[in-house]
């Protein structure tokens, strides 16, 4: 399409959208060219667990969402197909993810700070006998 002319085989109106899609999957192309060019090994060994998990979920999901498309592109109905249950699956799995990263993210409770605010804060009434027990010491000297 890049370069020709408007193809007569299609609708004028739907021009731009093929040439949008089109230009989609160079994108796609030169993303995946790139992932390929590290090995999975070399790209994994500088992560934590949890970004090796998040890495691996992604590249999950963006096959079978491509699979999804392929399907559909070859008449299949993609909801009826198996790919429906494993994209599913992967969100589910991408959510346990996404709320682990939370609590990481979420403030901690300092206790003993907690505490101490609390403590600070509360009014306490004096003893009554506070200020017997003080005149006491004085007048013992």
């Given amino acids: 399409m890049a370069g020709e002319g408007i193809n007569e085989d299609y609708p004028v109106e ?28 070399e790209l994994l060994q ?5 970004e090796q998990a998040k890495v691996d979920l992604v590249s999950a999901y963006t096959l ?3 699979f999804w498309v ?23 799995y991408m ?4 709320e682990i990263t939370d609590k990481k993210k979420a403030g901690k409770l300092d206790r ?3 505490s101490r605010f609390v403590k600070n804060a509360l009014w306490e009434p ?8 003080a005149n006491k010491g004085k007048s013992k000297n």
């Fill in 14 to 41: 739907i021009h731009e959208y093929l040439s949008a899609f089109e230009n989609s999957i160079g994108a796609v192309d030169e993303m995946l060219k790139t992932m390929m060019s590290v090995s999975r090994n």
């Fill in 112 to 114: 003993g700070a907690a």
């Fill in 70 to 92: 392929y399907l559909a592109t070859q008449g299949v109905n993609p909801k009826e197909h198996p790919v429906k249950q494993e994209l599913e699956r992967i969100r589910v």
């Fill in 126 to 133: 004096k003893p009554k006998n506070a200020s017997k027990v």
């Fill in 46 to 50: 500088k992560l934590d667990p949890l």
């Fill in 95 to 98: 959510n346990r993810v996404k």
């Fill in 64 to 66: 079978n969402s491509m």
